[in-house]
């Protein structure tokens, strides 16, 4: 190209078409941007150039990717998941770079005039393929409702423990690149660097960061909180690049540093759209690297490679996940699920080659064989059912298992009310159902809400509404109503079609967040459609003219008559920039089931003498066997007791501390 306009030009209409292409096909957008840089990459019809600048552009993208990443972390939620992420994270990578290894070795012997692999190329390369994408399971798993599933949590973890492998692997590389010699030397310089950034970290950047966001923030300028930002990101990562790390280092620290202040989910929001372009230029300069010639010309070793990156891997994993206790058919999604290459490893399997640990012909090949499996991730995803029951015999028996259980909680169920989804708005509806002498069972995919849901007395059961089976197992075809009580249309329209099959004459009522999908919704069979949005500015209003003293007849006929004409009046309101979805709130209520052994402190002692008051909880019910106990300040807990508490989150971790230790 001419000239840098031009070529900015090239690169945002290419990558708004391939976008737009992509999420056309319910792909992830990523792949787009690679398809973008293959096309117009020097190696194919040479419409852009490989410059510094762009490299850079790129090297920003994983800058905020990782800044992003940091924001994620937190102590309480990696020790949350530790058995997932130390075991079966740190066993996937690690097993993972070491096979990848052996078949480098065993490359390397088999065609010497291609590959000729140190053992330094052969780490480099198999930590490159260890690593899966963050960027595109992620996004898919949410599609799919499974990021609260088994599988998707087995993933998540192991992805997470990947994300923080990442950080020590940049530093390890280029210290082995080093000659044998000073190999000790230049490993144990690295680690006391690494050393030196984690003490800052911990003793005075934390302090620091919080009490400077203070400053800024209290300017009330949010040009100037934003600046700030990306001063502070770009800054640290500047100064651990200067002293000899990586930019991506840099700023992973600094969103560790952030996510323990409260500005954490103001920054996530403001720092998005930068991450994601930049990310998405990230990806296109790798595309740009392809060898589409060498690529056709070294075709079997290509799809050598892939099958390698997708079958070893998956493989590995699912016998890793088997080994640390999953069900077959858990072991075989988690499998699936990261059985494709990702972000970091191409950022490493570039740093080699900066680094001429390969030659550029084997880089070439395993960059290609990396593309085709994150391009097939979405499709094996898909069909991951299907593959998961061809290659499991007991998976259908697993399953039906799971729905025998549903179906012998409801078996006695005449008109009852089959909830899908037990979250907040779930369990306020279970809870007014109860109050009215109305039986109802709900059905949700977090494992760990429905077991302490149960335990708390709850008629729930693990299953997933959006299939038939569930559906038919909580006994669709004799309950009074089904309420969809969480705002996802596509999963919505699964359970719409499919209560509509079961039980044409049974009301569906859906939440949905606005008025989007509304007439959508109720093309589909709901009978009811509630916007959470609309409804909301109802009740405000109808409160409002409460108080300034309109009649309560009249304001009720007027709410009435908004949701008789659907919310017509209502549909469609000005858009302005503080619409963003605000932050989780982690002073939030919730409820919380603590389940007393023999040996916890509050076992034969009455509630007053707890005094859980003090630190902010409260007790919402007693569960005794299938007894629900009153709360009373003389209530003596007994060994077996289950007790129900309700505050936010830091409340109900002090009071479980209190009711178990003494």
Request: glycine residues 8%; hydrophobic residues 55%; contains cysteine.
């Amino acid at each position: 190209m001419s000239s840098a306009l031009e070529l900015t030009l090239l690169l945002l209409g290419s990558a708004v078409l391939a976008v737009v292409a992509f999420r056309s096909l319910n792909l992830p957008p990523m792949l787009g941007y690679l398809v973008v840089g293959i096309l117009l990459g020097p190696h194919a019809f040479g419409l852009a150039k490989e410059s510094p600048a762009t490299h850079t552009l790129g090297e920003l993208g994983v800058v905020f990717l990782m800044f992003s990443i940091g924001l994620e972390f937190s102590l309480p939620k990696l020790s949350s998941m530790r058995r997932t992420v130390f075991g079966l994270g740190l066993a996937q990578v690690g097993l993972t770079t070491v096979v990848v290894m052996g078949c480098g070795w065993l490359l390397a012997w088999a065609l010497p005039q291609l590959a000729d692999i140190s053992w330094p190329a052969a780490f480099a390369l198999g930590a490159a393929l260890a690593m899966s994408s963050t960027a595109i399971v992620s996004k898919l798993l949410a599609e799919r409702l499974e990021l609260e599933s088994a599988h998707g949590r087995n993933i998540m973890g192991v992805l997470l423990f990947q994300d923080l492998a990442f950080v020590p692997l940049l530093i390890l590389v280029p210290a082995l690149a080093r000659p044998g010699e000073g190999l000790l030397v230049t490993l144990g310089w690295a680690a006391l660097k690494a050393v030196m950034v984690l003490v800052l970290l911990l003793v005075i950047g934390q302090k620091l960061t919080r009490a400077w966001f203070r400053v800024v923030v209290k300017r009330r300028s949010q040009e100037l909180f934003m600046l700030n930002l990306l001063l502070v990101t770009l800054g640290v990562a500047w100064i651990t690049d200067k002293a000899g790390l990586s930019l991506a280092l840099g700023a992973f620290v600094v969103g560790m540093l952030i996510s323990e202040t409260e500005f954490k989910y103001q920054v996530e929001e403001d720092i998005k759209p930068f991450r994601d372009v930049l990310l998405g230029l990230f990806f296109v300069t790798i595309g740009m690297l392809l060898n589409v010639r060498l690529v056709i010309e070294y075709w079997w070793l290509v799809l050598l490679f892939l099958s390698i990156i997708v079958l070893l891997k998956f493989g590995l994993i699912m016998g890793i996940a088997r080994l640390v206790g999953a069900p077959t058919g858990v072991a075989l999604r988690t499998g699936l699920g990261l059985a494709q290459a990702g972000e970091f490893g191409f950022v490493l399997l570039n740093q080699a080659g900066a680094l001429k640990l390969m030659d550029s012909e084997l880089i070439q090949i395993v960059l290609a064989s990396m593309v085709l499996s994150m391009l097939a991730a979405p499709f094996i995803l898909a069909k991951a059912d299907a593959i998961v029951l061809r290659l499991s015999s007991n998976e259908w028996m697993m399953q039906s298992l799971a729905l025998t259980q549903i179906a012998t909680r409801t078996m006695g169920a005449q008109q009852h009310v089959v909830i899908a989804g037990f979250g907040r708005t779930g369990q306020s509806l279970a809870r007014l159902l109860e109050a009215e002498g109305i039986a109802y069972h709900a059905l949700d995919l977090d494992p760990d809400r429905v077991r302490d849901a149960q335990a708390g007395g709850a008629s729930v059961s693990y299953g997933d509404a959006a299939r038939r089976e569930s559906l038919v197992a909580a006994g669709i075809n004799r309950a009074s109503a089904l309420v969809i009580t969480y705002a996802s249309t596509a999963s919505a329209l699964k359970i719409l079609h499919f209560a509509k099959e079961l039980a044409p004459l049974c009301p569906v009522i859906v939440r949905s967040y606005d008025d989007t999908d509304l007439d959508r919704l109720r093309a589909a069979g709901a009978t009811e459609v509630v916007p959470e949005a609309i409804e909301s500015s109802l009740m405000l209003a109808s409160h409002a003219l409460l108080q300034i003293g309109v009649p309560l007849r009249k304001v009720v006929r007027r709410v009435q008559s908004m949701r008789e004409e659907r919310y017509a009046s209502l549909r469609g309101f000005f858009h302005g920039a503080t619409d963003a979805a605000d932050g989780a709130d982690s002073a939030q209520l919730r409820l919380y089931s603590v389940p007393l052994g023999e040996s916890a402190f509050a076992v034969n002692r009455p509630l007053a003498a707890l005094r859980l008051e003090e630190l902010g909880a409260e007790v919402s019910v007693v569960i005794r066997g299938q007894t629900r106990l009153e709360v009373e300040p003389s209530l003596l807990l007994l060994n077996g007791d289950t007790v129900v508490l309700r505050g936010p989150t830091a409340s109900l971790a002090l009071a479980e501390e209190r009711l178990l230790k003494s």
